[in-house]
């Protein structure tokens, strides 16, 4: 196992120090845009209006999302239906336990993320069997389960009825952290998420995960573990699905189970990654944040009509760029070819 | 005892119209590997159909059902040809993707033109019953399950002796076989997707006249039925989904009977995870198409 993990860095100075000795112009500007954008987006926040501040954490959180789902779904080839559980799960443990028990937010989070990876850990194990479709829908029900119980377990987490996290006065365990420190939080998790998709890519666990996706039989017959490949990418991406939820239920202070095992936020999650270009870490991050500002544009402008409009785009962009939007510009860039009528012959029957 | 009985009919008659609900998901899935997400907007559909004849023009909807049949047929047709058929090849998630866009602008078209009030279509009859001891049938979900098991052994004729259903079944097994036999795939899978959501279109008017329906909740509960159906009962089998259909009807009515809030729908996943991880292939599938051999 921690074979696995330790990656292409297998010198005797250890993970990070053989990294940062690889690191050369050619393969650190990815990184160092990275770095960039992260600041102007701290720097951003000074200049933008409170509305502007709330659709851009949105953003934040959607990229984190889309990263997450891209580990199980992209490189290891598991699309999972059910990831808004872990989210569910994240929001509720951490409004339990602040609500209940008055735990500080801080405590609370990292057992959220806990009670993430044990479930998809406990999941995992069994589902992970399933191939294809039958993965898909294990997942959907693992999901609808989830919330059933939450929902049913009306004395702990009060049901149907919601929960409330207390924020203000001296009830509060945490106080609320208002729209800047949101904008933040959600910024850091956005790019925590990247970079764990962008070092998980490239270390030799990231190729044990591309090969299960390639051939599973094959990969196993070199000597991976599928197994553990496979749960460990789902616990990885369960992990900051969880952490996502944990912040999300802080944000949003009072809400029901419904809102937090929303179906809708595992099929965005499964759109911004095949939209963008899955398998890869541009793909999801350029899918959340070009999908999430769409939508939102449609929404404001188009009044009733946004949806339909959502909808018929995501029709033709599957239609005209069925590999995702970055890996098209990706491969035309490099072999200089950009036909897209190419582009929509390559599946067609 | 009687209460038990009662429960136990209720779920008969609501499996026959979950079964009808879920037979055409289960078919494009077998044959084209399509996970159709629109399957409950395509049912709604033909419900709304259903419900302007009758409005306009005062039409029974038993007797709208084959309106409602060709009118789907014809869109499902053009569907499959124009859209689906353009990206049938690529990995599974894309043409669900696909599916899940047209889903969102057939709801959110429906719901600009019919708002998104709950409508149902009334007759004299849907809401009466007969009884059989202690047992109370309402007339109209009786002759919706009838209408049901007579379309799926139909459609399980059509594809067992026709020559459209062995093209259809060879299709579905393999496609580079199918075609160079000279069968057209793209007709086919069109000719397929256009019966499905026919069949769709037959049963959200059966729910219209025996319940109620809308544009935002209904079309996502019954492509969630029809995805529990389709594995329960297994795919390439006409009888898996109207079998998976009974056994989610009786068990939700029964579950309801003994279990206190919403329990019954997290027993039911259970249910379903639990055969996906026993028994992939359903409970009366076989493994027909899992040497599918995609050319």
Same mark, same amino acid.
């Given at each position: 196992?921690?074979?696995?993990?330790?990656?292409?860095?297998?010198?005797?100075?250890?993970?990070?120090?053989?990294?940062?000795?690889?690191?050369?112009?050619?393969?650190?500007?990815?990184?160092?845009? =990275?770095?960039?954008?992260?600041?102007?987006?701290?720097?951003?926040?000074?200049?933008?209006?409170?509305?502007?501040?709330?659709?851009?954490?949105?953003?934040?959180?959607?990229?984190?999302?889309?990263?997450?789902?891209?580990?199980?779904?992209?490189?290891?080839?598991?699309?999972?239906?059910?990831?808004?559980?872990?989210?569910?799960? &994240?929001?509720?443990? +951490?409004?339990?336990?602040?609500?209940?028990?008055?735990?500080?937010?801080?405590?609370?989070?990292?057992?959220?993320?806990?009670?993430?990876?044990?479930?998809?850990?406990?999941?995992?194990?069994?589902?992970?069997?399933?191939?294809?479709?039958?993965?898909? %829908?294990?997942?959907?029900?693992?999901?609808?389960?989830?919330?059933?119980?939450?929902?049913?377990?009306?004395?702990?987490?009060?049901?149907?009825?919601?929960?409330?996290?207390?924020?203000?006065?001296?009830?509060?365990?945490?106080?609320?952290?208002?729209?800047?420190?949101?904008?933040?939080?959600?910024?850091?998790?956005?790019?925590?998420?990247?970079?764990?998709?962008?070092?998980?890519?490239?270390?030799?666990?990231?190729?044990? /995960?591309?090969?299960?996706?390639?051939?599973?039989?094959?990969?196993g017959a070199v000597g991976i573990n599928t197994t553990v490949v496979k749960v460990v990418a789902f616990g990885v991406s369960a992990a900051?699905?969880? *952490?996502?939820?944990?912040?999300?239920?802080?944000?949003?202070?009072?809400?029901?189970?419904?809102? @937090? !095992?929303?179906?809708?936020?595992? @099929?965005? $999650?499964?759109? /911004?990654?095949?939209?963008?270009?899955?398998?890869?870490?541009?793909?999801?991050?350029?899918?959340?944040?070009?999908?999430?500002?769409?939508?939102?544009?449609?929404?404001?402008?188009?009044?009733?009509?946004?949806?339909?409009?959502?909808?018929?785009?995501?029709?033709?962009?599957?239609? !005209?760029?069925?590999?995702?939007? +970055?890996?098209?510009?990706?491969?035309?860039?490099?072999?200089?070819?950009?036909?897209?009528?190419?582009?929509?012959?390559?599946?067609?029957? | 005892?009687?209460?038990?009985?009662?429960?136990?009919?209720?779920?008969?008659?609501?499996?026959?119209?979950?079964?009808?609900?879920?037979?055409?998901?289960?078919?494009?899935?077998?044959?084209?590997?399509?996970?159709?997400?629109?399957?409950?907007?395509?049912?709604?559909?033909?419900?709304?159909?259903?419900?302007?004849?009758?409005?306009?023009?005062?039409?029974?909807?038993?007797?709208?059902?084959?309106?409602?049949?060709?009118?789907?047929?014809?869109?499902?047709?053009?569907?499959?040809?124009?859209?689906?058929?353009?990206?049938?090849?690529?990995?599974?998630?894309?043409?669900?993707?696909?599916?899940?866009?047209?889903?969102? @602008?057939?709801?959110?078209?429906?719901?600009?033109?019919?708002?998104?009030?709950?409508?149902?279509?009334?007759?004299?009859?849907?809401?009466?019953?007969?009884?059989?001891?202690?047992?109370?049938?309402?007339?109209?979900?009786?002759?919706? *399950?009838?209408?049901?098991?007579?379309?799926?052994?139909?459609?399980?004729?059509? /594809?067992?002796?026709?020559?459209?259903?062995?093209?259809?079944?060879?299709?579905? /097994?393999?496609?580079?076989?199918?075609?160079? $036999?000279?069968?057209?795939?793209?007709?086919?899978?069109?000719?397929?997707?256009?019966?499905?959501?026919?069949?769709?279109?037959?049963?959200?008017?059966? %729910?219209?006249?025996?319940?109620?329906?809308?544009?935002?909740?209904?079309?996502?509960?019954?492509?969630?039925?029809? !995805?529990?159906?389709?594995?329960?009962?297994?795919?390439?089998?006409?009888?898996?989904?109207?079998?998976?259909?009974?056994?989610?009807?009786?068990?939700?009515?029964? =579950? &309801?009977?003994?279990?206190?809030?919403?329990?019954?729908?997290?027993?039911?996943?259970?249910?379903? %995870? +639990?055969?996906?991880?026993?028994?992939?292939?359903?409970?009366?599938?076989?493994?027909?198409?899992?040497?599918?051999?995609?050319?």
């Open positions: 196992m921690a074979d696995i993990l330790r990656g292409r860095a297998r010198s005797r100075q250890g993970l990070f120090v053989g990294w940062i000795r690889a690191l050369t112009p050619a393969n650190s500007w990815p990184a160092l845009a =990275g770095l960039l954008v992260f600041a102007a987006m701290l720097a951003l926040q000074q200049l933008i209006e409170p509305g502007t501040q709330r659709l851009l954490t949105s953003v934040f959180l959607f990229v984190a999302l889309a990263q997450a789902w891209n580990i199980i779904g992209g490189y290891t080839g598991y699309a999972s239906f059910g990831q808004v559980a872990f989210f569910g799960l &994240g929001a509720y443990t +951490v409004a339990v336990l602040m609500n209940n028990y008055h735990v500080s937010f801080w405590a609370a989070l990292p057992l959220a993320v806990l009670v993430g990876v044990v479930f998809a850990v406990a999941i995992g194990l069994p589902l992970l069997r399933l191939r294809g479709h039958y993965f898909a %829908i294990a997942t959907l029900g693992a999901a609808e389960g989830a919330r059933e119980v939450i929902n049913n377990l009306t004395s702990v987490t009060g049901g149907g009825g919601g929960i409330t996290i207390p924020t203000f006065g001296s009830d509060a365990p945490t106080p609320y952290f208002g729209k800047p420190g949101f904008y933040l939080a959600f910024l850091v998790l956005a790019a925590v998420s990247v970079v764990v998709a962008a070092v998980l890519a490239r270390s030799r666990f990231g190729y044990a /995960m591309v090969a299960v996706h390639e051939d599973e039989d094959a990969a900051i699905v969880a *952490c996502a939820g944990a912040f999300y239920a802080f944000q949003q202070i009072e809400f029901y189970p419904t809102d @937090v !095992f929303d179906a809708s936020f595992t @099929v965005l $999650m499964v759109i /911004m990654v095949m939209i963008g270009g899955s398998g890869s870490v541009v793909g999801p991050l350029a899918g959340a944040v070009g999908l999430q500002l769409l939508s939102q544009f449609l929404r404001v402008n188009l009044g009733n009509f946004n949806q339909l409009i959502f909808g018929a785009i995501i029709v033709l962009v599957v239609v !005209f760029f069925p590999q995702g939007v +970055v890996t098209y510009l990706r491969d035309a860039w490099r072999t200089r070819h950009f036909s897209i009528l190419d582009n929509v012959r390559r599946y067609r029957l | 005892m009687s209460q038990f009985l009662q429960a136990a009919a209720y779920g008969v008659v609501q499996g026959g119209l979950l079964g009808l609900v879920a037979v055409g998901f289960s078919l494009v899935w077998g044959v084209m590997n399509v996970v159709n997400f629109s399957h409950g907007a395509l049912a709604v559909t033909g419900a709304y159909v259903a419900w302007v004849l009758n409005v306009r023009f005062g039409l029974d909807p038993f007797l709208a059902i084959p309106v409602v049949a060709i009118a789907l047929f014809a869109f499902g047709y053009v569907v499959q040809r124009g859209l689906i058929n353009l990206v049938i090849n690529a990995p599974i998630f894309l043409t669900l993707l696909l599916t899940f866009g047209l889903n969102l @602008v057939i709801l959110n078209g429906l719901q600009l033109l019919f708002k998104a009030d709950d409508r149902t279509i009334d007759t004299s009859y849907a809401s009466q019953s007969f009884a059989i001891g202690a047992v109370n049938v309402p007339y109209g979900r009786l002759a919706a *399950c009838f209408l049901a098991l007579g379309i799926t052994v139909a459609l399980a004729l059509l /594809m067992s002796r026709t020559r459209l259903g062995h093209a259809i079944g060879a299709t579905g /097994m393999d496609r580079g076989a199918a075609r160079l $036999m000279g069968i057209r795939a793209r007709h086919i899978y069109a000719v397929t997707f256009g019966i499905a959501a026919a069949l769709a279109g037959v049963a959200g008017t059966m %729910i219209a006249t025996v319940g109620s329906f809308n544009p935002t909740t209904t079309p996502g509960q019954l492509t969630l039925d029809a !995805f529990v159906i389709s594995v329960l009962g297994g795919l390439g089998n006409m009888y898996g989904a109207l079998v998976g259909g009974l056994v989610l009807g009786i068990a939700e009515s029964l =579950g &309801g009977l003994l279990l206190t809030g919403t329990w019954v729908n997290a027993i039911a996943m259970a249910v379903l %995870i +639990v055969t996906l991880i026993i028994r992939p292939s359903g409970l009366i599938g076989k493994a027909l198409y899992s040497g599918r051999v995609e050319v």
